[in-house]
């Protein structure tokens, strides 16, 4: 994740569950898990899901790309912030007011 919003502006995020409650113009924050999990940008909703074709500037950033099905619903992102430092879980948890 940290090299895609180093390099596109524009990403396309699979809808995994509740597809029907996004809605274009929706607030969505970029989280990468792991062992130093957390926020890494905030960005907004510009599509409906559906069956994107993906550029391959964006296919090359997949780390794994079998976990990215053809027939997987996806929606496209536009990246309106990337943080200067990443918004870690410890930090969410720690913060009274999101606990």
Known sequence: ????????AQLFWS???R?????????????ESG??????AVAT???EPALPDEPALVQRFYRDP???????RRVALRVDRVLA???SRADLLAH????
Request: hydrophobic residues 45%.
């Open 45 to 47: 909703i510009i599509g």
């Open 1 to 8: 994740l940290p090299g895609a919003l180093a390099a596109i």
């Open 85 to 87: 430092q990443r918004l």
């Open 15 to 17: 809808v995994r569950q």
């Open 19 to 31: 597809g029907s409650d996004l809605r274009i113009g929706d607030t969505v924050y970029l989280w």
């Open 96 to 99: 009274p007011q999101l606990i």
């Open 66 to 72: 079998s976990q990215f099905k053809p027939d997987q």
């Open 35 to 40: 062992p130093d999990a957390g926020i890494l």
